[in-house]
């Protein structure tokens, strides 16, 4: 066969026709539309909830407090989130109170040796939080071992100005000479979103490519369209298009996600402002938020943002492309069902095995699941800030491309054959024989 | 001159044949129909010219090239297995088919609008295809299908789910673009359309051809001595000829279908039978396509 510029041409106009359609028609959907102004608003919400929430714990909690040691004091001092209330009276008629009335806790101090403080209960109507049993055990140890402090002859004040409180920057050294500092906690938090939102888009788009292929298949469109282009062809100009769905919905998403975390932050400030006055625990929540943000900068923003664009589109291509196999021999979204699970494994096993990378940003198992295609999307971003050798990333970036022309090229022998097959049963050893059938 | 050429086409799928031993040529400028029953491997047949599928062996020829996969994107291809984007305008819908077969878009726009009228579909441009009835959609896949004027078209079962009427609509169209240079194939199992259309067909039954040739010609090949005649009398026994049935027609005119026992011409006949009847009409009868089908594909000929 002879290789002409022109037939090139032409195939691309058609290829590019096709991307087009697939992009259009799903770009004017209603549910594209919604999803794109409703996923920042829930990413939104998922960011900014949780600090809004720690500002505005539930309030006006009403805790009673039984002193029968006497050695306590007034440790307890309310304050806009909980009221205290010292009573005197015994501890069977407090219990029954406390289911009658509206009471929060009961916190009970029994007598007790200061060698040995034991039997303090805390009785509720309902379970306590993590964070208010930790203030109140933290309260309680502290003011014991100021007690134990006093018992034993010691000056507080002298105990004091031996304290110190050490807060421990780490810097890490690269292999040109150069130190960069670097925040564990903030690695942590971009590459858990960087990597559930390739394995979501890889998902999201990869079905999305697979019911496109279904509907082509049992609306008997296919044949018509590929008299006029190869499968190949018309599979490809699918995956793409679909593929510039994502990046459309990425790009929508980052900015109007900046554009709403923005106003947000503008409508809280005064509210965390408010609350760091009164509360000076709360500051330091502010305070440790602060830093949080500053040691983004010593993560490669710009690194993460271009790595995440490279590994979204080579993940999904990769799986795009099996998806549309799958789809190709099937006849409806049920058929499918059965191939679903052994090509979606690796992506599960991938969101799986973040915590064991995160344990270990840079051991074997980590760095395996980072080279491998089928892996490495997900466990790659989940690497990357916290520093990836160049070479690794290089290395993982070829084998991704590598992989994806090799899934690409599998799904396209099932594709043209499967896509025109109806009412065979199909399973994988006939997957197989479609693969191996020669042009 | 012979604008296709199917050269000993034999394929089969997983051991069972679909397609033994094929060979065909068809006429440019004509109509041409593949018949058989469901399942004969006509439509095995059509995949393999338009290169969708492979055959095992053989080779197709088109103006004597053999057939490449750019000049199999020329042709206009209606499948048997068909239809549209549900979610897609009508209009959308063939610019997009149009743009994919090469067309500009003005020039599909120009087109589409000109056939849209001709099928009576004019006021469905800006309509979903899922709220087009069965034969709406039948005519824009149609339309979808000569809208670049292939000078080949290859039309897979174009009649089933067509009304009457509009069966009569298409068939028109499809005598229209033969007349103005067009070589079209089509397969049927119905057999209602095959005489006004075809200038040619071949006969497929169980992967095998039957046979082929001019529609005339395969009449004429066909008939087996038959004669209807209407007379007053009684016709001589024991004659050169069988009584194969035989009807009463008003007053004492009868109506008989005879055979003769060998080949003779008609005037022979005449001579006969005026010796003993009265003749008031005599006609060659002359097979029909279907019966010709029923007789070459039914079980007793096995």
Redesign the interface.
């Given at each position: 066969m002879k290789f002409s510029f022109q037939k090139c041409l032409q195939v691309m106009n058609k290829v590019s026709l096709i991307i087009f359609r697939e992009y259009l028609t799903r770009v004017k959907k209603k549910s594209f539309i919604i999803a794109t102004f409703l996923g920042p608003i829930l990413m939104g919400a998922v960011m900014f909830l949780p600090t809004y929430f720690a500002l505005n714990t539930q309030g006006n909690q009403f805790f009673q407090v039984i002193d029968e040691s006497g050695l306590m004091g007034a440790i307890f001092v309310s304050d806009n989130e909980v009221n205290y209330e010292y009573i005197s009276t015994n501890l069977d008629l407090a219990k029954s109170d406390l289911l009658e009335n509206d009471i929060d806790g009961l916190i009970y101090i029994p007598e007790f040796e200061l060698n040995e403080p034991k039997g303090f209960i805390l009785y509720g109507a309902s379970n306590q939080s993590i964070s208010t049993l930790s203030s109140i055990e933290n309260t309680l140890e502290l003011h014991i071992e100021s007690l134990r402090l006093s018992a034993s002859g010691l000056d507080k004040e002298v105990i004091e100005s031996f304290e110190a409180n050490i807060d421990l920057n780490t810097i890490n050294l690269s292999d040109s000479g150069g130190e960069q500092e670097s925040s564990s906690g903030a690695a942590t938090i971009i590459g858990y979103i960087a990597s559930f939102m390739i394995y979501m888009f890889v998902f999201i788009y990869g079905a999305m490519c697979m019911r496109g292929v279904i509907e082509e298949k049992s609306s008997r469109i296919v044949e018509i369209v590929l008299s006029s282009v190869k499968p190949f062809e018309l599979m490809m100009g699918k995956v793409i298009g679909i593929a510039m769905v994502g990046l459309t919905q990425f790009v929508l998403w980052i900015l109007s996600t900046g554009g709403i975390s923005i106003l947000i932050s503008v409508l809280m400030s005064p509210v965390a402002l408010e609350m760091g006055a009164a509360n000076s625990e709360m500051s330091s929540e502010v305070d440790m938020m602060a830093t949080a943000l500053s040691a983004l900068g010593g993560i490669n923003m710009t690194l993460v943002l271009s790595a995440f664009l490279f590994y979204f589109i080579g993940g999904y291509l990769l799986y795009g492309a099996l998806f549309a196999a799958i789809g190709s021999a099937s006849e409806s979204d049920a058929d499918a069902q059965q191939f679903m699970l052994p090509v979606t494994a690796p992506l599960i096993i991938s969101i799986i095995s973040l915590s064991l990378v995160l344990q270990d940003p840079h051991g074997s198992v980590s760095f395996w699941m980072s080279i491998i295609p089928f892996t490495s999307p997900i466990i790659m971003m989940m690497r990357i800030p916290f520093g990836v050798a160049p070479w690794e990333l290089i290395l993982s970036m070829l084998m991704l491309i590598l992989g994806f022309l090799f899934t690409l090229w599998i799904a396209g022998r099932i594709y043209r054959v499967g896509i025109l097959m109806h009412g065979t049963k199909v399973n994988w050893k006939i997957l197989a024989k479609w693969f191996m059938t020669s042009d | 001159m012979d604008l296709i050429k199917i050269d000993h086409i034999s394929k089969a799928y997983s051991g069972h044949p679909a397609l033994s031993d094929v060979s065909l040529t068809i006429p440019d400028k004509s109509i041409f129909g593949l018949l058989g029953p469901n399942g004969a491997g006509k439509t095995t047949l059509i995949?393999i010219i338009?290169k969708?599928?492979?055959q095992d062996q053989g080779k197709v020829f088109l103006n004597e090239e053999e057939i490449?996969?750019?000049l199999?994107?020329k042709?206009?291809?209606?499948?048997e297995?068909?239809?549209?984007?549900?979610?897609?305008k009508v209009g959308e819908q063939l610019i997009?088919?149009s743009?994919?077969?090469?067309l500009s878009r003005t020039e599909a726009v120009k087109r589409i609008k000109i056939w849209l009228e001709k099928l009576d579909l004019k006021s469905w441009w800006n309509k979903n295809v899922e709220d087009l009835s069965k034969g709406m959609a039948q005519k824009v896949?149609f339309i979808?299908?000569v809208v670049h004027e292939p000078r080949l078209l290859i039309l897979d079962e174009p009649f089933s789910g067509f009304d009457p009427v509009n069966a009569d609509l298409v068939k028109n169209e499809i005598l229209d673009l033969r007349d103005k240079g067009a070589t079209i194939i089509f397969s049927t199992h119905r057999m209602e359309s095959v005489e006004e259309l075809c200038d040619n067909i071949a006969l497929i039954n169980q992967s095998k051809k039957i046979l082929d040739g001019s529609v005339k010609q395969i009449k004429e090949e066909q008939k087996q001595g038959q004669y209807i005649i209407d007379y007053t009398g009684t016709l001589p026994i024991k004659e050169s000829f069988d009584v194969l049935s035989q009807t009463d027609l008003e007053g004492d005119l009868k109506r008989a279908h005879i055979k003769f026992h060998k080949a003779s011409k008609p005037n022979d006949l005449i001579t006969q039978l005026i010796r003993s009847v009265q003749l008031f009409a005599f006609s060659e009868k002359i097979p029909t396509i279907n019966e010709i089908f029923i007789s070459k594909v039914s079980p007793s000929h096995e």
């Open positions: - | 995949r338009t969708i599928i492979q490449t996969y750019d199999v994107r042709i206009g291809y209606l499948p297995e068909r239809g549209l984007y549900k979610k897609m997009y088919l743009q994919l077969k090469g896949q979808a299908t």
